[in-house]
């Protein structure tokens, strides 16, 4: 997230002749190009994945199950976000958010382009490579955009985020129709090395443009002392020895499956959010009233776990569904399948400067619905959109193909769900962060994404060649439709919990 100061003495960045991009600070072109190549890039592969996860091998893909091809897949997601926790880390200890994002979309080129090499080894180091360098980019890049304004108060600032989260949707709309359509239609792994060639563009975009970037951005905050530097190091060398020693003995002994890696880490990215809050409500610094904000804070934090438990299955069930059981034509012109994967971009384009308004219109008459009814209103449509899926399975039985306009109608009413909850989320975890850990919160957001998905990958594994059956999104759906339910139920209480925050 954006930095919310700047220091004392730093300049706002100016660009040779006064030149602005839009009327904002030349670095937010920058900036709004290398994440939107970023982006392309990201949803581009992810567009490909589960479908190159459970292709058959005669097809040129891995030949995984549709349940282990989803669990994959809903794992990799949950690791991008758990490690954007430790890439803010290194940004603030280490190298500064410029040098981080740097090498983040050097390791993320690099991933793309292993996914391209034909070998089942590589494309798994890739995976594991895209999901360390989005931990480094993602948790810096929206840091440097807040570099560029002088502090809150700056009349550009909101206008500055929004052409950049704008540069995210186009590159998230573009990438499937692009990728995809090389991915699908003439070589999976010339698509994947197409999501390379895009971050390289990006990267080289960063790189020439980065005279333009605020001098802060180059500042390491809290810079690490030789002595932490050297016990860090160490730790890490040795866990990861550690590592490398247990899975080669469990390889050696012939039982290596890639169970063994989705299962462990599933369970960390449960493990880990539920570690930080045991460890923040032990803390004796925080004052009763902080305690009873972090306690109602929990019941958003599981309600959007819930959420992105289903939101984000758009790349994997849904996917997969898009690929077996839907018509890929309308209107008498046929697409590949991973056209669908356009659908949430262009709805948020379309849809989030219409929120924008209608919150502040029902503000102006007091019924601007509070935050804990937004996270409820989310979780139901989220569940309702999976009750749809559960019809559209239905009327798939059997072996047909449905209209595209199921999917279409499934991903309006996620896009829906997801710009009432996920915006006033990061609203309502500034709000309600203790002062002590007001940078960790933002992180702790994000691992709401992490439980989410690895629940996901748990729960795949666990059901097997059910996952993507009737019952298995109406089971979903009802869960998530309770979850709003009781929330609306219990709204009191969680007001109470938030003191003076509303």
Same mark, same amino acid.
């Given at each position: !997230?954006?930095?919310?100061?700047?220091?004392?003495?730093?300049? /706002?960045? =100016?660009?040779?002749?006064?030149?602005?991009?839009?009327?904002?600070?030349?670095?937010?072109?920058?900036?709004?190009?290398?994440?939107?190549?970023?982006?392309?890039?990201?949803?581009?592969?992810?567009?490909?994945?589960?479908?190159?996860?459970?292709?058959?091998?005669?097809?040129?893909?891995?030949?995984?199950?549709?349940?282990?091809?989803?669990?994959?897949?809903?794992?990799?997601?949950? &690791?991008?976000?758990?490690?954007?926790?430790?890439?803010?880390?290194?940004?603030?200890? %280490?190298?500064?958010? /410029?040098?981080?994002?740097?090498?983040?979309?050097?390791?993320?080129?690099?991933?793309?382009?292993?996914?391209?090499?034909?070998?089942?080894?590589?494309?798994?180091?890739?995976?594991?490579?895209?999901?360390?360098?989005? @931990?480094?980019?993602?948790?810096?890049?929206?840091?440097?955009?807040?570099?560029?304004?002088?502090?809150?108060?700056?009349?550009?600032?909101?206008?500055?985020?929004?052409?950049?989260? !704008?540069?995210?949707?186009?590159?998230?709309?573009?990438?499937?129709?692009?990728?995809?359509?090389? @991915?699908?239609?003439?070589?999976?792994?010339?698509?994947?090395?197409?999501a390379g060639a895009g971050m390289a563009l990006g990267l080289i975009q960063?790189?020439?443009?980065?005279?333009?970037?605020?001098?802060?951005?180059?500042?390491?905050?809290?810079?690490?002392?030789?002595?932490?530097?050297?016990?860090?190091?160490?730790?890490? !060398?040795?866990?990861?020895?550690?590592?490398?020693?247990?899975?080669?003995?469990?390889?050696?002994?012939?039982?290596?499956?890639? @169970?063994?890696?989705?299962?462990?880490?599933?369970?960390?990215?449960?493990?880990?959010?539920?570690?930080?809050?045991?460890?923040?409500?032990?803390?004796?610094?925080?004052?009763?009233?902080?305690? =009873?904000?972090?306690?109602?804070?929990?019941?958003?934090?599981?309600?959007?776990?819930?959420?992105?438990?289903?939101?984000?299955? +758009?790349? +994997?069930?849904?996917?997969?569904?898009?690929?077996?059981?839907?018509?890929?034509?309308? %209107?008498?012109?046929?697409?590949? +399948?991973?056209? %669908?994967?356009?659908?949430?971009?262009?709805?948020?384009?379309?849809?989030?400067?219409?929120?924008?308004?209608?919150?502040?219109?029902?503000?102006?008459?007091?019924?601007?619905?509070?935050?804990?009814?937004?996270?409820?209103?989310?979780?139901?449509?989220?569940?309702t959109s999976f009750l749809v899926m559960m019809l559209a399975m239905a009327?798939?039985?059997?072996?047909?193909?449905?209209?595209?306009?199921?999917?279409?109608?499934?991903?309006?009413?996620?896009?829906?769900?997801?710009?009432?909850? =996920?915006?006033?989320?990061?609203?309502?975890?500034?709000?309600?962060?203790?002062?002590?850990?007001?940078?960790?919160?933002?992180?702790?957001?994000?691992?709401?994404?992490?439980?989410?998905?690895?629940?996901?990958?748990?729960?795949?594994? &666990?059901?097997?060649? @059910?996952?993507?059956s009737t019952w298995y999104f109406a089971s979903q759906g009802l869960l998530?439709?309770?979850?709003?339910?009781?929330?609306? !139920?219990?709204?009191?209480?969680?007001?109470?919990?938030?003191?003076?925050?509303?």
């Amino acid at each position: !997230m954006a930095s919310s100061t700047l220091e004392a003495g730093v300049q /706002r960045p =100016s660009s040779p002749g006064g030149k602005t991009f839009l009327g904002h600070p030349r670095g937010l072109a920058t900036l709004f190009m290398t994440e939107m190549w970023e982006r392309f890039s990201f949803y581009g592969m992810r567009a490909l994945l589960v479908l190159y996860l459970v292709a058959e091998h005669g097809d040129g893909g891995l030949g995984y199950e549709a349940a282990v091809g989803a669990a994959i897949y809903s794992v990799y997601n949950a &690791m991008v976000y758990l490690l954007a926790l430790p890439g803010g880390w290194i940004a603030d200890r %280490f190298w500064g958010a /410029r040098k981080t994002v740097a090498v983040g979309g050097s390791i993320i080129m690099v991933g793309h382009f292993l996914l391209a090499v034909p070998a089942t080894a590589s494309f798994f180091a890739g995976l594991g490579l895209i999901a360390v360098g989005s @931990g480094l980019l993602k948790a810096n890049i929206s840091t440097m955009v807040g570099h560029l304004y002088d502090g809150p108060t700056d009349p550009r600032r909101d206008g500055g985020f929004t052409i950049f989260y !704008m540069g995210i949707n186009a590159g998230a709309f573009f990438a499937p129709l692009v990728i995809g359509t090389v @991915g699908q239609k003439v070589d999976w792994h010339l698509g994947f090395a197409l999501a390379g060639a895009g971050m390289a563009l990006g990267l080289i975009q960063y790189l020439l443009g980065s005279r333009h970037l605020s001098p802060r951005s180059s500042t390491v905050a809290s810079p690490i002392s030789a002595a932490e530097k050297s016990s860090v190091l160490r730790k890490g !060398m040795f866990w990861l020895a550690l590592t490398g020693v247990f899975f080669g003995v469990v390889a050696l002994t012939g039982n290596f499956s890639v @169970g063994w890696v989705i299962w462990p880490l599933s369970v960390a990215g449960i493990g880990i959010p539920a570690f930080y809050f045991a460890r923040i409500k032990r803390d004796k610094d925080l004052t009763p009233d902080e305690q =009873s904000k972090m306690s109602g804070y929990i019941w958003f934090f599981v309600a959007a776990a819930v959420f992105w438990m289903i939101y984000d299955q +758009s790349g +994997s069930t849904l996917n997969i569904f898009a690929r077996e059981s839907t018509s890929s034509t309308l %209107f008498g012109t046929g697409f590949p +399948s991973s056209w %669908f994967q356009s659908f949430n971009p262009l709805y948020i384009m379309a849809l989030a400067p219409v929120f924008a308004w209608l919150w502040v219109w029902l503000a102006r008459r007091g019924k601007n619905p509070s935050t804990t009814m937004k996270f409820a209103i989310g979780l139901l449509l989220i569940g309702t959109s999976f009750l749809v899926m559960m019809l559209a399975m239905a009327a798939a039985s059997g072996g047909a193909k449905v209209t595209p306009l199921w999917l279409a109608s499934v991903y309006l009413i996620q896009t829906v769900g997801e710009l009432t909850l =996920s915006p006033v989320g990061l609203s309502v975890t500034t709000k309600l962060a203790p002062p002590k850990y007001g940078s960790q919160m933002m992180g702790i957001w994000f691992l709401g994404v992490t439980a989410g998905d690895c629940v996901a990958a748990i729960m795949q594994l &666990m059901v097997g060649k @059910g996952t993507g059956s009737t019952w298995y999104f109406a089971s979903q759906g009802l869960l998530a439709v309770l979850a709003g339910v009781a929330l609306a !139920m219990y709204r009191k209480k969680v007001v109470r919990l938030m003191g003076d925050i509303h």
